[in-house]
């Protein structure tokens, strides 16, 4: 088995594969943290770890299953003359999940609707692990046949699953707390996934959007965010400190005789 790692070609497919798995697992941490900052800080915790476990347990699975993964691409189906293959139908009702879920979210975030009360945490802990479980088919079925288009040896696929998952492991948790402790952050994460979700439907339908593209505008929105962030941090900052310098001293206590 570790025969497979003693040529260049190898080590140039995994370093590859890696960085591709990473890139779309982003799409997948971005799900999983918006739905657990409506938990309790320790359910989101498990809800968090479990979900991307799951999202491990589905891709390595799914490598081991190559064969019907091939045959997914066969059409099954047509739509006014489109043939449509399993692949194609699992990412439009993937991307059609998500435009649901993310337009209900965005919808519930603005005009400021809870998600539920201390009585229901197990229940809506429940719902949302379902709805993790959901959306990590989606990205593991995609993500997956893109490494059978990059890589040859099931060894290398493996790898650089692991490696991937473990960087989205480590990743979530801060990602996570940041959507949690600004609000604004959540809308424009609710805001990518309406996104992903709609490329996932157009590349189901056959139309194929380019990444790169996605990735860029993500990217710079993010760096927008990141701006206003900082720039609301340092006011608040100054207006806590002008608020201290302010404030009228405490008359001293006259001592009595």
Partial sequence: MLEVFSTPEAWAALLTLTAMEIVLGIDNVVFISVLVSKLPQQQAD??????????????IALLFMLTWLIALKDPVLTIFGKGLSWRDIILIAGGGFLIVKATLELHNSIEGEEHGSKSGVQAAFAVIIAQIIVIDLVFSIDSIITAIGMAEDIEVMIAAVIIAVAVMFVSSGPISAFVAKHPTTKVLALSFLLLIGMVLVADGFGF??????????????LLVEMLNVLAKTKRAKLAHAAGVEDAPAKPQERVAP
Avoid: E, T, W
């Fill in 46 to 59: 498990r809800a968090r770890k479990l979900g991307l476990l799951l999202a491990l347990v589905f891709r």
């Fill in 208 to 221: 194929h959007v380019p990444k790169g593209y996605i990735y860029a505008a993500m990217a710079f929105s």
